[in-house]
Nanobody, 126 residues
Framework: EVQLVESGGGSVQAGGSLKLSCVASGSTGADSATGWFRQAPGKEREGIACFKIEDGTTYYRDTVRGRFIISRDDAKNTLYLQLNSLKPEDTAVYYC???????????????????WGQGTQVTVSS
């Protein structure tokens, strides 16, 4: 079973940038992280960026397209998310997961996405 650990969160002002990392250990390769999700207080968890391992295609939710960039370094077993032009509404706990889908997911279905990290907090002030 793969273990995922996120890092890189923090507090920034609107317009700022952060780079999140998700390091996979244990069983890697196809089981390692392919997607970033986030969950704001009182809201459902949502998939915002996905990386297709087979060909490197990336997919983004409309709310982050053009501002966030997902990338992956297989040599380091690490998935990244570059967050640019941050807005207060980007404030959330950010998670990486083995599987990915764009859009909201409901509690009870998290297991469909394989392993999850513990999350890293991103706070954007206006």
């Amino acid at each position: 079973e793969v273990q995922l650990v996120e890092s890189g969160g923090g507090s920034v002002q609107a317009g700022g940038s952060l780079k999140l990392s998700c390091v996979a250990s244990g069983s890697t390769g196809a089981d390692s992280a392919t997607g970033w999700f986030r969950q704001a207080p009182g809201k459902e968890r949502e998939g915002i960026a996905c990386f297709k391992i087979e060909d490197g295609t990336t997919y983004y939710r409309d709310t982050v397209r053009g501002r966030f960039i997902i990338s992956r370094d297989d040599a380091k077993n690490t998935l990244y998310l570059q967050l640019n032009s941050l807005k207060p509404e980007d404030t959330a706990v950010y998670y990486c997961a083995s599987e990915c889908v764009l859009g909201r997911i409901v509690p009870g279905t998290y297991g469909l996405f394989g392993s999850w990290g513990q999350g890293t907090q991103v706070t954007v002030s206006s």
